[in-house]
T-cell receptor, first 116, second 111 residues
Framework: SAVISQKPSRDICQRGTSLTIQCQVD?????MFWYRQQPGQSLTLIAT?????????ESGFVIDKFPISRPNLTFSTLTVSNLSPEDSSIYLC?????????????FGNGTRLTVT | GDSVTQMEGPVTLSEEAFLTINCTYT??????LFWYVQYPGEGLQLLLK?????DKGSNKGFEATYRKETTSFHLEKGSVQVSDSAVYFC??????????FGDGTTLTVKP
């Protein structure tokens, strides 16, 4: 299965600043997914990042707030901009596993963001 | 739209107790079904999966059977250990490739 390295693992940021999260995969993948996991809640898909094209954002998420880069097939960044306390969450990078029949997702260890 | 409903937690059990975490889903077509586990401070890991009706996924003593007639995928383990303490997520993935997760169930196993 894919090995996903995500950093930073945690950060404390002041409101109004931005945080950029990096995600590195040990194999080439077409799609990379960014999720948000708010305290005590489930995962919500923020966007899907395809190499060479604009990311596709889910309802309720916009590029100005969550700009994404995908410069190559093994790397992506998610920036959370103009931070407010409501952005305090765990942010997870994920990729699809190989195989047919609905392959599972593989996740990084997440970035725990606290906004003060 | 697609949805996954999990048994609410938290669940607290004694070591060697039997575990059931209920999961039901709503989806168009025939999704693949998954259980993921999240240990403290880590991301989600795939625990088991089933891709079609009546398939049974199993791993590390955990089992779940894809029941199309009841749209369910309940997670079971005959004898839990302290090391099984974690958050468990039921999820589905449609043929279009979109994943939907349940709210997660926190399991605490006491020695």
């Amino acid at each position: 299965s894919a090995v996903i390295s995500q950093k930073p693992s945690r950060d404390i940021c002041q409101r109004g600043t931005s945080l950029t999260i990096q995600c590195q995969v040990d194999s080439q993948v077409t799609m990379m997914f960014w999720y948000r996991q708010q305290p005590g809640q489930s995962l919500t898909l923020i966007a899907t990042a395809n190499q060479g094209s604009e990311a596709t954002y889910e309802s309720g998420f916009v590029i100005d707030k969550f700009p994404i880069s995908r410069p190559n097939l093994t790397f992506s960044t998610l920036t959370v901009s103009n931070l407010s306390p409501e952005d305090s969450s765990i942010y997870l990078c994920s990729v699809e596993g190989p195989g047919q029949g609905g392959p599972p997702l593989h996740f990084g260890n997440g970035t725990r963001l606290t906004v003060t | 739209g697609d949805s996954v409903t999990q048994m609410e937690g938290p669940v607290t059990l004694s070591e060697e107790a039997f575990l059931t975490i209920n999961c039901t889903y709503t989806a168009t077509g025939y999704p693949s079904l998954f259980w993921y586990v999240q240990y403290p401070g880590e991301g989600l890991q795939l625990l088991l999966k089933a891709t079609k009706a009546d398939d049974k996924g199993s791993n590390k003593g955990f089992e779940a059977t894809y029941r199309k007639e009841t749209t369910s995928f309940h997670l079971e383990k005959g004898s839990v250990q302290v090391s099984d303490s974690a958050v468990y997520f039921c999820a589905l993935k449609t043929n279009a490739g979109k994943s939907t997760f349940g709210d997660g169930t926190t399991l605490t196993v006491k020695p």
